[in-house]
């Protein structure tokens, strides 16, 4: 009887449902559905996904949830939160009422999937329900007015439309569906709470139990918060990350998995109960493998299904079509490794790394018409999908439909590809050889390992020799006749990410990227320069700023050394973000290059999952992994705490207290240093320490290991010498690191 047998219990209830106040035992199949009638108005609410949903906290693991709820003009905060994996207490709170409370009802009203029965005890003031051998009950601390029977929560919205509120004919204790009802006159805040049981009278005492006990969980109202925030520098950067990768993780009904949608407001409204674009998926499982492994992995598995006969991930799959004829930006084998260096889980490796190979062979089978080794936009003749075999189709192989660097390319139906080679998808293509060469040798394919490497290579010198506008110095599109395109956009900073750029084509850039006329300015970096007459247009990919853009820039600047340049563009992205975060809570899809304003156009969507790459490159100036410089940490002095987060060695925090840095895993400190700067190439465990000290040390700093005893040390090693410690019987520090210590490689191996 159980629906789902695969998600952890841990995640049993979540906010699964396209409802985001709906709570679901997903392996029953049990809904609480929150719903609301205004008498002012004569109309109901189940409160889908839109513009009266303000989403608040949420963990990944839902421990808490909570959201704003609006409803012709009354606002309702509703909270939930986990006592253990089989209970929930939630709560709600009027906070703004649009007319008198007795006429604005809030409806709990419980359900089954399945279509068992419902049942109300008014002794027990409890509801329940039996799917299979469980009992599922639901208490509240104050009596509802009254309580109505139905077939379908549709049915109870339909029954206020119809009949209003003093309509009493629905009475009932026993339906497929119960509406305990209550008036925010007589419960202006309610309490109630939720228990799964192997019996019935167990259900209803844990579920009483959690409601009437002693400790936060019942105390307060709204329910109060459990999760940890981020605070000092960077504040809320990976909360943030959170509560949008939690509130956009839904579960997909017609396939029966859990994602992390593109926005959960999109996934009934626009793609008919799902949507999995390429790279929006891969993004979301590089920001989840920040918080919860698994999570990360099932991302992944929804971007890696999307794989055709042809070998091509497909760019769009939806419940109403797939666009199997075309691909988006090959990005998966970057943002795989990115994930597999910060868990270390070979099976991702193996269940990535042959999907991800034929993906990238087919660009060179189908995208290179004229065999010049740099590949095209195309649309291929296979498939039913919209705009299949247009130039529009094509260009949506970019993810940047209407950029203006397309702009003068035209469609060639015979080699089904745009007559235009891409700057920035050759060199993304020439990142993601190089990082299938790393998998590959990872998983011991060693001639496979040789063979993408020399493709990454060869790449590299015809993007640096052939994509390089001399006259503008600056990486630019060129038409197949030999011309380069006028239109630029950040794509021209694509070459640092793969390692094309030579040091005076970086210096160039760097300029560019710095100039107000062009790419530069307060707010940053505007998908087309600013003197482009097309940055006017303000619409989608014409002028706008994208998250994606950003990090990639980011990315290619601190593979490049940029340090300098690349935590700027990480600050004034997060000071972008939180404009509209902090206060509205809006995580958009994209933002007004001259305002910093989200929602000035109608079709951006405010709650987008890959835009949370905003707050985490803030995230990556704290700590970080990444294939050039690994597992790295940063002092910058400033005092911060982060994490919870995902590392090598698990979940670990990281805070800084009077320019002291401690790495801890749980109550255990780690790692302790008042080294400033990153500490980089960062290896812990099996009875080993090392990482690549910062280029300028200090005299005064020292490196303490707390766990460790002197006696189990065997080696220690700064660069090419011995390292001293002193052992005060708490720990191990080293403070004799010098002036040679710059730079230099810092080991130390013990006894486990």
Known sequence: MLRNTTIPTSRAWYTWSSRPAEMVFLPLGVRLTPLAYAGSTGKATLFPSGQAVRFGRHALDAQDASLELTHAGTTLVWAY??????????????????????????????????????????????????????????????????????????????????????????????????????????????????AVAD??????????????????????????????????QFEGALDAIRDVMAWNTVW?????????????NWTLSKFGGFGVWLNDQFYAALLTSLLDPEVARENLAAALASATPQGNLACLVTANDAWVDRTQLPIGAFLVWLVYLRNGSRPILQLAYETLARNHAWWWQHRDPRGAGLCSYGTSDVGEGLYKGTSFGARNESSMDNAPIHDEATYDPEARTLDIVDVGLNSLLALDAEMLSLMAAELGLEEASAAHS???????????????????????????SGAFVKSLGPTSF???????????????????????????????????????????????????????????????????????????????????????????????????????????????????????????????????????NGWVVVNDGEPFSLGPIESPVGPVTVAVADAILTLAKGDTALLVTNILGPVSQLRLGDGQLALTLPGAVGAEAFIRLPRLKGQEIRLARIGDRDALWIDDGGGVTFDDLGPDADGSRFRVVWET
């Open 81 to 194: 939160r986990k006592a253990d994996p089989f209970r929930v207490i939630g709560s709600w709170r009027g906070e703004q009422l649009g007319e008198w409370g007795l006429r604005f009802w809030i409806n709990l009203c419980l359900s089954a999937e399945s279509g068992a029965m419902v049942r109300y005890d008014p002794l027990a003031g409890a509801a329940l329900v039996k799917v299979g051998t469980r009992f599922v009950a639901l208490v509240v601390a104050q009596a509802p007015a009254q309580v109505t029977g139905h077939e379908s929560v549709e049915g109870v919205a339909a029954d206020y439309e119809q009949h209003g509120y003093f309509h009493l004919a629905s009475r009932s204790h026993a339906a497929p569906v119960l509406a305990l009802r209550f008036n925010l006159e007589m419960t202006r805040a309610g309490r109630f709470a939720l």
């Open 199 to 232: 019996r019935e009278d167990l259900a209803i005492e844990r579920a009483r139990e959690l409601l009437d006990g002693d400790g936060s969980l019942a105390a307060e109202l709204p329910v109060v918060s459990a999760v940890p925030t981020q605070t000092g």
């Open 252 to 264: 997909d009904d017609i396939n029966a998995r859990p994602y992390t949608s593109i926005s959960r």
């Open 454 to 480: 020399a493709r990454a290579a060869a790449l590299r010198e015809k993007i640096r020799t052939e994509l390089w506008d001399e006259s503008r110095a600056i990486f630019a599109n060129r038409l197949w």
């Open 494 to 628: 694509y070459p640092l990410i793969c390692g094309a750029a030579t040091p005076d084509q970086a210096a160039w850039l760097l300029e560019h990227l710095a100039d107000p006329a062009t790419f530069g300015g307060r707010l940053v970096i505007p998908g087309t320069t600013r003197d482009d007459p097309a940055a006017r247009d303000n619409t989608y990919w014409r002028g706008r700023i994208w998250p994606p853009l950003n990090y990639l820039v980011w990315q290619g600047l601190r593979r490049a050394g940029h340090r300098a340049q690349a935590s700027t563009l990480a600050r004034q992205s997060l000071e972008l973000f939180r404009a509209a975060w902090t206060e509205r809570r809006l995580c958009p899809e994209n933002y007004n290059a001259e305002t910093g304003e989200p929602m000035d156009q109608p079709d951006t969507e405010g709650f987008y999952s890959w835009g949370a790459l905003m707050p985490v490159m803030a995230v990556g100036e704290i700590m970080d992994v990444d294939p050039w």
